[in-house]
């Protein structure tokens, strides 16, 4: 029964130091002012923050949608990279669903593109360059030391 027990809280501290990196995507409703725009960010960093580790915030600012959604022109675009337990995204998925000012968002793991990434640009391995030994010296022949063509 111990070995049971050990074993157990052995996976729970696996799992608790597996985090992974997510990026997030969202656009805020562009119709509201932009210090509102900007409590909804930061509701959502919190909330990111609260769960695991903030890397990269990066506002891209108010831009023009490409087509309308919700019949919004315009939205407020934020950039979050973050590392949270996997388990942690999808709460953090239910929060975006709710949010009402939050027009569209996406989650992507980071990993999985650096990989791709790799996987397409394979390394070239180039092979070791041998030293160039030194040229002969060549000797410039006079015209006299020269072979004369027979006529």
């Known amino acids: 029964m111990l070995s049971a027990v050990a074993k157990t809280a052995e996976i729970l501290v696996q799992r608790e130091e597996v985090l992974r990196e ?12 932009e210090e509102e725009a900007a409590k909804v ?23 023009r949608l490409a087509y309308p959604i919700k019949k919004k022109q ?14 942690a995204v999808d709460v953090l ?7 009402e000012s939050i027009l569209r968002w996406i989650v992507t793991r980071v990993e ?25 010296a ?5 015209p006299a030391a020269a072979p004369q063509p027979e006529a």
């Not at 315009?74 to 388990?87: A, I, L, N, R, S």
């Open 93 to 99: 998925k239910q929060q975006l669903r709710v949010n």
């Open 41 to 63: 960010a930061e509701g959502v960093q919190s909330f990111v923050s609260s769960h695991g580790t903030i890397v990269k915030v990066d506002p891209w600012g108010r831009r």
């Open 112 to 136: 999985h593109r650096r990989a791709r990434k790799a996987a397409a640009e394979p390394e070239v391995q180039q092979a070791p360059v041998a030293e160039a030994a030194p040229a002969p």
């Open 74 to 87: 315009d939205g407020y675009y934020w950039v979050v990279t973050f590392e949270v337990e996997p388990e």
């Open 22 to 33: 997510f990026e997030l995507m969202y656009v805020v409703d562009g119709t509201m002012p």
């Open 138 to 142: 060549v000797q410039e022949e006079s």
